[in-house]
């Protein structure tokens, strides 16, 4: 009779396959991240705010001082003296003098009278008969075609999305000026001095400076001077196009360097991936996790510890199998027993032999009961041995209740049982006691049903260092050579001659070696030489580390 173990869902070959994408969700990441801390770093760059403010207080004062020198020389050379005595400023020497003082300086000058009236603008030209020619300067032609504008058109569009840039007052050009037009040419009137910063149609800035025009302290007038910020706005636009050309050039350098980052992450990683998904598709055949242990981060140990994990699955799984084949043997002996008895029981009528026969029956069903509990004990000792809280546990107390369990319940003609300890303790050891009892008694049951009548076992205790150190002797015949690494395997079937068949299962060693491992110990078996060569019995030693 083959045992059935349980089915798994075998999964779908489509659930859960990584797919295979040109960019992946890792590398898009990367990616916005690296890009969006140089957009954040550039956009710092390209406000130049204090920048711009520097530029345009620089030209102010230059237009500053360039206005009281023309301030001064209007008021000494365009002055005249009216019937009453009162000084004024000449309409027909102020303006071809304003006109001659701003032509290389490509500035715009007007002249107000104290009253507020315009008296002279370096642009208009007064005929006679009061006829006004004025002179407009034209924008240069557009030498760049489309493209150019193109790429103004969107500079413009980056620099509105900065913070923090100013608004600033249209200028509107009037044919009737006024000085009330202008707050600093009202000023200037009063005898002080101002400045603005406009913004004209064109969206160019526009820089005003009104000073007064005074003799002998009198203000005659106000004398305006507006300029257009165009150097100032083209400096300022060359530094933001030399960032944004180091920005182009940091953009393709951070692209591929991430796409190189993200490239040294993702590929082992979708190669890991897709690798784990073979071994979840196909769990009974050996795959091949891919190799990174030569890379020293955590894709290395994740490479690592994949094939360690898959390789403790084969192992668990080659185990599976192995412990299914031994258990179907093993129970398949006492079922062949039991059916051939009940097949035998039921063709016979002699009384005598039927009860022979129930007798076997009997043996085989209390066999059967001993190594499904077993099975079931060593199936489910992983789960338990994970799950089960440590405690300290005075080794030395334990051995000695064990050694007065058998003392109490022995009788005439079994072996006696002494436990020695060698030196002081504490003999105290972390683990799970219902375990480690379970462990010392099949141990002291073999050494029972070993040793002879009138025999002798033994239980010594000591310690050394870190390690706690259990002997258990018996007066048996030992155990065969060919049987010292083969005792604790499963169903190992050597016993002692005369004992029924079927009274063990073949398990207890194989837990009890399991258990001690859980426990961070190790077991072993040696057989006992007296001094002439021969064997005199078997020893166990069980090594547990010491509680700390």
Same mark, same amino acid.
């Given at each position: @009779?083959?045992? %059935? =173990?349980?089915?798994?869902? #075998?999964? *779908? +070959?489509?659930?859960?396959? $990584?797919?295979?994408? !040109? ?73 071809? @003098?304003?006109? %001659? =003082?701003?032509?290389?300086? #490509?500035? *715009? +000058?007007?002249?107000?009278? $104290?009253?507020?009236? !315009? ?430």
């Amino acid at each position: @009779m083959a045992l %059935r =173990l349980p089915r798994l869902a #075998r999964p *779908r +070959a489509h659930d859960s396959v $990584p797919r295979h994408r !040109l960019i992946s969700p890792l590398t898009r990441r990367i990616l916005y991240i690296n890009i969006a801390a140089l957009l954040v770093l550039v956009a710092g760059l390209l406000y130049l705010g204090r920048y711009q403010d520097n530029l345009i207080e620089a030209e102010l004062q230059s237009m500053r001082t360039q206005a009281e020198i023309f301030a001064g020389a209007l008021g000494q050379g365009a002055h005249g003296t009216l019937s009453d005595g009162t000084t004024v400023l000449r309409r027909g020497a102020a303006s071809p @003098m304003l006109r %001659r =003082l701003v032509q290389p300086t #490509r500035l *715009r +000058a007007r002249l107000f009278t $104290p009253e507020g009236l !315009l008296l002279a603008d370096s642009r208009a030209l007064f005929a006679p008969g009061s006829a006004t020619v004025r002179v407009i300067s034209l924008p240069p032609p557009d030498e760049g075609g489309q493209i150019t504008r193109l790429v103004f058109d969107i500079y413009e569009w980056i620099v509105s999305l900065l913070p923090g840039r100013r608004v600033l007052e249209p200028y509107v050009e009037r044919l009737d000026l006024h000085a009330r037009d202008f707050p600093e040419a009202v000023k200037a009137l009063a005898g002080g001095t101002d400045s603005a910063v406009r913004i004209d149609d064109t969206g160019a800035l526009l820089l005003s400076v009104a000073v007064p025009v005074q003799r002998f302290k009198q203000v005659l007038g106000g004398l305006l001077l507006t300029g257009q910020g165009n150097a100032i706005d083209e400096a300022v636009r060359e530094v933001r196009f030399d960032i944004l050309k180091v920005f182009g050039l940091a953009l393709a350098v951070t692209v591929l360097l991430s796409l190189y980052l993200a490239g040294s992450i993702v590929r082992p990683l979708r190669l890991l991936a897709a690798a784990a998904n073979r071994v979840r598709l196909a769990p009974g055949r050996e795959q091949t996790i891919p190799d990174f242990a030569g890379r020293d981060d955590e894709i290395g140990a994740l490479a690592t510890d994949l094939q360690a994990m898959t390789a403790a699955l084969w192992l668990r799984l080659n185990a599976i199998e192995s412990f299914a084949a031994d258990v179907a043997h093993e129970i398949k002996n006492p079922l062949t027993s039991l059916r051939s008895a009940v097949e035998t029981a039921a063709r016979i009528d002699d009384p005598a032999q039927q009860r022979q026969l129930m007798d076997i029956i009997l043996d085989d069903v209390q066999r059967l009961d001993r190594l499904i509990s077993d099975i079931s004990d060593a199936s489910r000792l992983d789960t338990e041995l994970a799950r089960e809280e440590h405690e300290p546990i005075a080794l030395d107390r334990l051995l000695a209740a064990l050694g007065e369990v058998h003392r109490a319940t022995g009788s005439d003609g079994k072996p006696e049982v002494a436990v020695t300890v060698e030196q002081p303790g504490p003999y105290r050891v972390a683990g799970i006691e219902s375990r480690l009892v379970q462990v010392f008694q099949n141990l002291l049951s073999n050494a029972f049903s070993f040793s002879p009548a009138g025999g002798k076992v033994a239980i010594d205790l000591r310690r050394n260092g870190d390690a706690i150190i259990a002997t258990i002797d018996d007066d048996g015949p030992g155990i065969p050579e060919s049987g010292l690494d083969r005792v604790f395997d499963r169903f190992y079937s050597e016993r002692p001659e005369g004992e029924r068949f079927g009274t063990h299962s073949g398990l207890g060693l194989s837990i009890s070696r399991q258990i001690i491992e859980a426990h961070g110990g190790r077991i072993s078996a040696e057989n006992r030489v007296a001094a002439d060569g021969g064997i005199k019995g078997a020893r166990f030693i069980v090594h547990l580390p010491a509680a700390p």
